[in-house]
C-alpha cells in the first residue's frame, strides 16, 4: 500500500462546525489507526487545545498549533537529528510565529487609539459567553503563543484598525467574530517544513490535506491531494480542489475513506 500523511483542518472539517463532534468521521479514523497513517491537526486552535482532541481522538502524532505558528513534533518520533527552537513536555517546537507577548504589547497600543478588546484581557467566561465554546474549551483557547484573537468594538473603525496593524508589520487574518493578529506564517509554511522532514522518514509517499476555509488554502497547496469538504452552507471555499462529498466530518470521512482505499 502507498505510503500516506494526512494532514487535516479541525473546525468545520473533522469536527463538527457547531457541535465539533467527530461521531461521522470514525470509520476513516480507525481506518487511519488500522493502516498506522500519520494524522496531523493543522489548525487554528492552541497547543492546549490540540493536545485535548488528540486525547478525545487517540491521535499521537505531531501538529501545528495557531494557523502555522509552532511544529509540536514529539520527542523521538523521527530517528534522526533535525533543529528545534525549544522543548515543550515531550515535545520539541520548530516556531515560525513571533510571541505572544509581541502581540500583546501590539495589542495595547492599538487600544490606545480605538476601540477592541482582545483574548488577553477577556476572562474564560467573557470568552465563553462570546463565542460559545464551553468553560473548559473557552481556558484552553486564552492559552496562547502565537496568535492573539482581537474583538473591533466599533464598526466604523475597522479599516484604521486593519492599516495601523500592517504597519506595525504584523499580519490579520479575519474571521467573523474576531481579528486574528500574527507575525507573517501560515499553515503552509509549517506543512512543507514537517513534509521535509518526513521525506528522511519514508522514502515515499502521498501527502494529503483536507480544510474548509481561507487560512486553510496555503495547506492544501503544499500537499500532492488536496481536498476541501463542504461547509455548513452547502458551499466550498474553492473549485480549484477535490471536493469531499458532504459537510464537515461527513464529507472528510467519505474522502479519506476512498483514498485509503
Not at 81 to 88: I, K, S, V
Request: contains cysteine.
Amino acid at each position: 500500500m502507498q505510503k500516506n500523511i494526512i494532514f487535516t483542518d479541525l473546525d468545520g472539517t473533522l469536527l463538527e462546525h457547531h457541535t465539533y463532534s467527530f461521531d461521522a468521521a470514525q470509520p476513516a479514523l480507525h481506518q487511519i489507526k488500522k493502516y498506522n497513517i500519520p494524522l496531523i491537526f493543522c489548525t487554528s486552535k492552541t497547543k492546549a487545545e490540540i493536545l485535548y482532541w488528540q486525547q478525545k481522538i487517540g491521535n499521537t502524532h505531531p501538529f501545528i498549533s495557531e494557523n502555522g505558528g509552532g511544529i509540536y513534533i514529539p520527542h523521538q518520533y523521527f530517528d534522526f537529528n533535525y533543529t528545534c527552537d525549544a522543548t515543550y513536555n515531550g515535545y520539541n517546537l520548530i516556531k515560525f510565529g513571533i510571541s505572544y507577548q509581541q502581540l500583546i504589547q501590539a495589542a495595547v497600543a492599538l487600544k490606545k487609539q480605538f476601540k477592541i478588546t482582545s483574548f488577553a484581557e477577556m476572562s474564560t467566561t467573557e470568552i465563553s459567553e462570546d463565542t460559545g465554546l464551553p468553560l473548559e474549551q473557552a481556558a484552553l483557547a486564552k492559552q496562547r503563543d502565537f496568535e492573539l484573537p482581537l474583538k473591533f468594538l466599533e464598526a466604523d473603525q475597522t479599516n484604521d484598525i486593519l492599516s495601523a496593524i500592517k504597519k506595525m508589520d504584523l499580519f490579520v487574518m479575519s474571521g467573523g467574530r474576531y481579528h486574528h493578529i500574527m507575525g507573517h506564517h501560515n499553515k503552509g509554511t509549517a506543512v512543507r517544513r514537517l513534509l521535509q522532514l518526513y521525506s528522511k522518514k519514508y522514502p515515499s509517499f502521498k501527502s494529503i490535506a483536507l480544510g474548509d476555509s481561507q487560512n486553510d488554502l496555503s495547506m492544501l497547496d503544499e500537499v500532492d491531494i488536496p481536498i476541501v469538504v463542504q461547509r455548513p452552507d452547502g458551499s466550498y471555499i474553492s473549485s480549484k480542489y477535490q471536493q469531499a462529498p458532504g459537510i464537515g466530518p461527513q464529507g472528510w470521512c467519505s474522502a479519506v475513506t476512498d483514498l485509503i482505499k
